[in-house]
Nanobody, 116 residues
């Protein structure tokens, strides 16, 4: 089992920034690919478990959001810049073992609200 706890959500103005964090526990963090989704399981970004740390982004956030991970801290981050009102959502952290396409572990979510 992997437990995931998100933090860092809140209220931002359009054009502003927020950084989300997701702390993982329970298994070897570096063995898991990590991703961020937002409500209704809309894919936002992902980062591979492998040493290369390849990243992937939804077109809607490409160039504005950056996903990163710190394996020493068992934490994955989502830096969100140039926020738009349509980014308003509950953001969820998820984990998949290795290169599995199935994200079986989910956090409880953190609310992000962007005002215009």
């Amino acid at each position: 089992q992997v437990q995931l706890v998100e933090s860092g959500g809140g209220l931002a103005q359009a054009g502003g920034s927020l950084r989300l964090s997701c702390a993982a526990s329970g298994r070897t963090f570096s063995n898991y690919s990590m991703a961020w989704f937002r409500q209704a399981r809309e894919f936002v970004a992902a980062i591979d478990w492998s040493g290369g740390g390849n990243t992937y982004y939804a077109d809607s956030v490409k160039g504005r959001f950056t996903i990163s991970r710190d394996n020493a801290k068992n934490t994955v981050y989502l830096q969100m810049n140039s926020l738009k009102p349509e980014d308003t959502a509950v953001y969820y952290c998820a984990a998949a073992l290795g290169s599995s396409p199935e994200f079986n572990y989910w956090g409880q979510g953190t609310q992000v609200t962007v005002s215009s």
